[in-house]
């Protein structure tokens, strides 16, 4: 969603801004806007679409200044037009503020300030934000930023810039995410690291309801009641090449390649092979509860949610743990008692969206213990959760998330075989399923090898308007993200169903127009998903199959077979979505969708 850049230093700051914002455009947005001081002058412009159209608009223009702020708008509050996106500034044009959130009393702010004689040049919630400040401001900017943070409700990441504070940036956050990083001779902030990277690896976090003021050779952060807050730069661990296609033309598919470093990095170090046990340092401050514990809920959104789906069934396998997964964005409205000893387990790439943060604090609130796993060191869910797992996959920037689910499903596995370790799980079967993780990385090269022969499954069926999924047990989540990945991509309506549910509905749809993709490794429920298969056929419902290596039977139903290595039962989705990922990513180039940028999508959902 929106995305945040500032920078203060002593180079020339609208460069490095639209560079920044550049690394942010996967995000999703839909207007971008920059605001440049100079001494006691600020010149600004915006522009709908791309960044590049703002680029371009700017190009002939000097905006000499050493210190600016840059945004790029996912419209909540007004369309995305010029006078929507932001900065937005006061009456005078003397304070300039970016904003990343919601003010949910803005209209209550708005209708004051307008009795007050304040006219309002855009629809958004965020220009309240710029009258307040300048109302406030009698010569210290945190000061007003202060008075004006205890005026709002709702969620912010805000950056502000003043005419009369040359040199400075006052950045300040309540529920979105607001990083500053540390640069030579500069002083950087945005909501997302990668922004920065080029700049800096030393980052210090601003946690919520602090403020900080930037300058070229200094920062210090305090609290909205201006207590100074002392906190220690940390170390990220994403290069700037992270962030590069290196020669592929979708971040989509570099990240789907990326799969076999990114599960080894999910289990580099953590494998014990003499105790048949994982070995996870991230749960140690929670262990002694955890290994007690008899219910797990697993909360997360979208393709994170669908991995928790997969979770519950190896869970199920492996312990005897009771779990259940949910929707965070339903979680809160239940009802739920947690029975003594819960845990809930927060899955998130990014750490920040809305739904899972608030579904933990709710949680916290009725007295579960939490665990994340989260891609984002150092984001709002891994700090809230305060234990847990980070996936160290680097930066996923294709906003439909591929190389962060199978980094999840290991790390899931890896949890589920060290609590199974400590029930019922003999030392065989921990050893038998950490060389079969352990096996997974080669295993995925070896169906990333595949790609041209999914490619040429796509080319036969990217015109069809419609597709099913279906798949059970451990692959029943797979249908379902496949069809997701089908969707976000390439705006083919595409439905994911339990195979054995075929029946109660979706059968009425199948005819030749139809395709259908079912997943039937020679697992428990594969001679059920062969009967699946001849039932669709019989309806003349082309299908596409998932199998195993050498699965002689299923080619002569199916009307095109991909055929992937075998590993334990438990571990099968790791391997199965790969090949969903890539017909979908196909679909999409051939029907020439912007992969990477869909339509109305965003990376980081941090509004609810
Ligand atoms: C958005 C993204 C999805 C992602 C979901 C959850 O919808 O487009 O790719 O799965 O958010 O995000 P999270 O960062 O919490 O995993």
Redesign the pocket.
């Known amino acids: 969603m929106c995305g945040i850049v500032c920078y203060v230093g002593d180079k020339q700051a609208k460069g490095i801004l639209i560079e920044g914002l550049k690394q942010l455009e996967y995000r999703?947005y839909d207007s971008a806007g920059i605001a440049i001081q100079n001494g006691n002058a600020i010149q600004f412009d915006r522009a709908v679409g791309r960044i590049s159209e703002l680029e371009r608009k700017i190009s002939d223009r000097a905006m000499q200044g050493k210190s600016g702020i840059a945004h790029t708008r996912w419209a909540t509050h007004g369309e995305p037009t010029e006078a929507n996106a932001h900065p937005h500034r006061d009456r005078d044009e003397r304070v300039f503020v970016i904003h990343n959130g919601i003010i949910e009393n803005y209209r209550l702010l708005k209708k004051r300030l307008e009795t007050k004689g304040y006219s309002f040049r855009s629809e958004t919630d965020t220009e309240v934000i710029a009258h307040l400040i300048a109302i406030y401001f009698h010569g210290d900017l945190c000061e007003a930023v202060r008075k004006t943070m205890i005026q709002l409700e709702g969620t912010f990441g805000i950056a502000v810039i003043h005419r009369d504070v040359p040199g400075k940036i006052v950045v300040a956050r309540r529920g979105s995410p607001l990083v500053i990083g540390v640069g030579e001779n500069c002083h950087l902030a945005a909501s997302d690291v990668s922004a920065m990277v080029r700049h800096t690896n030393k980052v210090v976090h601003l946690l919520d309801n602090e403020l900080a003021i930037l300058s070229a050779e200094d920062f210090s952060i305090s609290t909205v009641q201006a207590t100074p807050i002392e906190r220690s730069t940390e170390i990220v661990d994403w290069q700037a090449e992270d962030a590069e296609l290196n020669g592929f033309p979708h971040f989509m598919l570099k990240e789907i390649f990326e799969q076999p470093e990114t599960v080894r990095n999910a289990i580099r170090g953590r494998l014990d092979y003499a105790e048949g046990i994982p070995r996870l340092g991230g749960i140690a401050p929670v262990w002694d509860s955890l290994k007690q514990c008899r219910h797990i809920v697993i909360v997360?959104?979208?393709?994170?949610?669908?991995a928790g789906y997969v979770g519950r069934y190896i869970f199920e396998k492996l312990t005897d743990i009771d779990v259940s997964v949910e929707l965070?964005s339903e979680f809160r409205y239940r009802r739920i008692n947690f029975a003594p000893n819960t845990f809930v387990i927060?899955?998130?790439?990014?750490?920040?969206?809305a739904?899972?943060l608030a579904a933990i604090r709710e949680a916290k609130r009725k007295g579960a213990s939490l665990l994340g796993v989260?891609?984002?060191v150092g984001s709002s869910?891994a700090r809230e959760a305060g234990a847990g797992v980070y996936n160290h996959a680097g930066p996923?920037i294709g906003?439909?998330?591929t190389k962060?689910?199978t980094s999840?499903l290991t790390i899931l596995s890896l949890l589920a075989l060290l609590l199974g370790r400590h029930h019922s799980l003999s030392l065989t079967e921990g050893v038998e399923a950490i060389r079969a993780i352990d096996a997974l990385p080669g295993q995925i090269s070896k169906v990333l090898s595949l790609a041209h022969s999914i490619e040429a499954i796509a080319e036969k069926y990217y015109l069809k308007s419609n597709w099913l999924f279906l798949g059970r047990k451990y692959n029943y989540p797979i249908a379902m993200e496949g069809a997701l990945k089908l969707k976000?991509i390439s705006y083919i309506h595409a439905e994911g169903y339990a195979a054995g549910e075929m029946k109660h509905g979706p059968i009425a749809l199948v005819n030749p127009e139809m395709p259908t993709v079912a997943i039937a490794p020679k697992d428990s429920v594969y001679e059920k998903m062969v009967s699946n298969i001849q039932e669709i056929k019989s309806r003349r419902g082309p299908v596409i199959v998932v199998v195993n290596q050498g699965d002689e039977d299923i080619k002569e139903i199916a009307d095109d077979v991909i055929e992937i290595p075998g590993t334990l039962e438990f571990l099968n989705p790791i391997l199965t979505v790969i090949p969903l990922q890539l017909l979908a990513y196909y679909c999409a180039r051939l029907l020439h969708r912007d992969i990477d940028k869909p339509r109305n999508?965003?990376?980081?959902?941090t509004v609810e």
């Open positions: 999703g997360a959104c979208g393709t994170s949610y669908y965070a927060a899955l998130s790439q990014s750490g920040e969206t739904d899972t989260v891609n984002v869910i996923e906003v439909a998330s962060i689910f999840q976000e999508l965003a990376k980081s959902v």
